[in-house]
């Protein structure tokens, strides 16, 4: 089992407003990413960080925001959230120099 | 960019049978995985095959790769109705910098008692 944490795993909210998807791990990765993926659609890249202080964009245009100030945290920041970020974001992390990477167990958003 | 495609996209079997789903990438890789997606849940790994294998077991699962055809395959033996789920391919570049995996659209995979 991998340990890596997201918060919250399912959550409702109006058009406009400002989240955060929260994800945590506990294995000391340097290398986190998030994720984006529709219902039996595939995953796409929207950003990955290298370390603390290091953040990039994914393959995937995003309108979201990350950070990264502490290896164990890569939380992920919609500043006014719309219908079209309805989906599930999966934040995962990797060992540097690793080749597998370990996933959370999602965060499901609808904006409403 | 999303370079791994798996087929079929969906696959129902019977328990006992055997399924084999398949993955075609690309561009030159360094590594290719599968994981496994159970519905609205994360991935989970399953195995990796690296660019100079041509094949590999883990348990009920086999895989092999064909770099000259830039395909793989993974073929799970006497599947269980807990098998049912997505499996995606996932290719590793070649290339060192800005590694990250790129994800096919998955087969679903439905196991029936």
């Known amino acids: 089992e991998a340990d890596i944490y997201q918060t919250p795993r399912y959550l409702v909210i109006g058009t406009g407003k400002k989240i955060t998807l929260e994800c945590s791990q506990t294995m000391g990765h340097d290398k986190m990413y998030w994720y984006q993926q529709d219902p039996g659609m595939e995953l796409h890249l929207i950003h990955y960080?290298?370390?603390?202080?290091?953040?990039e964009k994914g393959d995937l245009s995003s309108e979201s925001t990350v950070s990264r100030i502490r290896t164990e945290h890569f939380p992920l920041t919609l500043e006014s959230a719309r219908p079209s970020h309805t989906s599930q974001y999966l934040c995962?992390?990797?060992?540097?120099?690793?080749?597998?990477?370990?996933f959370g167990e999602g965060s499901w958003l609808t904006v409403v | 960019s999303q370079q791994g495609e798996e087929d079929p996209q969906a696959l129902s079997i019977q328990e006992g049978e055997n399924a084999t789903m398949n993955c075609s990438y690309k561009t030159s890789i360094n590594n290719l995985q599968w994981y496994r997606q159970n519905s609205g849940r994360g991935l989970v790994h399953l195995i990796l095959i690296r660019s100079n294998e041509r094949e590999k077991h883990s348990g009920r699962l086999r895989v092999t790769l064909d770099t000259s055809k830039k395909s793989s395959s993974l073929l799970i033996t006497a599947s269980r109705a807990a098998d049912t789920a997505s499996y995606f391919c996932a290719t590793g570049p070649a290339s060192n910098s800005g590694y990250a995996l790129n994800f096919g659209k998955g087969t679903s995979l439905l196991v029936t008692p």
């Open positions: 995962a992390s990797s060992v540097q120099g690793g080749y597998t990477i370990y």
């Open positions: 960080s290298y370390g603390v202080n290091s953040t």
